[in-house]
């Protein structure tokens, strides 16, 4: 696992759709499953949505909070 992409996942906003603006951390786990089943986006911002979908679906979301005081 990089550190860098989980930083990312607190700091880097969704650039478009129905949660255009917020952090991908804070997306819904709901959002994240319709992705997953329609498939990810191709790109970073795919990817950082796959791993958030990930770390959503195993309740793994509290382990952002450190990373998010910074």
């Given at each position: 696992?990089n550190p860098e992409l989980l930083?990312?996942?607190?700091?880097?906003?969704?650039?478009?759709?129905?949660?255009?603006?917020?952090?991908?951390?804070?997306?819904?786990?709901?959002?994240?499953?319709?992705?997953?089943?329609?498939?990810?986006?191709?790109?970073?911002?795919?990817?950082?949505?796959?791993?958030?979908?990930?770390?959503?679906?195993?309740?793994?979301?509290?382990?952002?909070?450190p990373l998010r005081k910074r």
């Open positions: 696992m930083q990312l996942l607190v700091t880097r906003e969704m650039p478009y759709g129905k949660y255009k603006g917020r952090l991908i951390a804070d997306l819904p786990g709901n959002y994240l499953n319709w992705f997953a089943r329609k498939g990810f986006p191709p790109g970073e911002t795919g990817m950082l949505l796959a791993l958030m979908q990930e770390i959503d679906h195993n309740g793994l979301s509290k382990l952002l909070d």
